[in-house]
């Protein structure tokens, strides 16, 4: 099974539209991320969400917003996509300690155009 | 504000030619350090975590060691199959909220094993 899952794998779009990318996690985590790994292939934080708190990296537009409908689930909708967000956003997953690894998703290449 | 630092960028190497991956780091205490491993199109992988100068952890042909300004990850008799990328990251004590602490990554090492 799959620890953490997220679709689609790609996903190709023009300027101005909204889209969503959904992330799951069986592992029974509390807390769970969304990295962006830009064409220099750097790992950024965007978002750190547990039941209690969503955390939001302050350099990330407000064009993006996480969405979690439960503990297992943190959607990521991107509202008028600008050819800059084009780059693979991951999921990920940890158990508290807070020092305990990430597990991640196999990313989801947008491509805006 | 934490920085990591990997070299080199890219290393091939013949089979079974053994070699190292340095990870250095600068950070305001140090929670942990993570080896992932990432193969393309796929997301990073967990290896290790190391947390204080002195320790070391091994899993098969990769053995990764600590001190208190780097990390370096070998490779003993690397196979082809150890072909990826090899990314470090440092957890420092900035909260970030959410139950997480800040985590920095470098930007990796690209490792290619010829046979």
């Known amino acids: 099974d799959t620890a953490v899952s997220q679709t689609p794998k790609y996903l190709v779009t023009q300027m101005g539209n909204d889209k969503s990318i959904k992330c799951e996690q069986n592992?029974?985590?509390?807390?769970m991320y969304w990295y962006k790994q830009d064409s220099k292939k750097f790992l950024k934080i965007m978002f750190s969400y547990n039941n209690k708190e969503l955390i939001i990296n302050e350099t990330v537009p407000n064009r993006f917003s996480p969405k979690s409908p439960d503990k297992a689930h943190l959607n990521l909708h991107i509202n008028s996509l600008e050819l800059g967000d084009s780059a693979v956003y991951f999921c990920a997953s940890s158990q508290i300690p807070s020092n305990s690894p990430l597990h991640f998703g196999n990313g989801t290449r947008l491509t805006v155009t | 504000e934490d920085q990591v630092t990997q070299s080199p960028e890219a290393l091939r190497l013949q089979e079974g030619e053994s070699s190292s991956l340095n990870c250095s780091y600068t950070?305001?205490?140090?929670?942990?350090l993570f080896w992932y491993r990432q193969d393309p199109g796929k997301g990073p992988e967990f290896l290790f975590t190391l947390y204080s100068a002195g320790e070391e952890k091994e899993k098969e042909r990769l053995k990764a060691t600590l001190t208190k300004k780097e990390s370096f990850l070998h490779i003993t008799a690397p196979k082809p199959e150890d072909s990826a990328t090899y990314l470090c990251?440092?957890?420092?004590?900035?909260?970030?909220?959410?139950?997480?602490?800040?985590?920095?990554f470098g930007k990796g090492t690209k490792l290619s094993v010829i046979p």
């Open positions: 592992l029974g985590h509390d807390t």
């Open positions: 990251a440092v957890q420092g004590y900035a909260y970030s909220g959410a139950g997480s602490y800040q985590l920095t």
């Open positions: 950070v305001s205490g140090l929670r942990g």
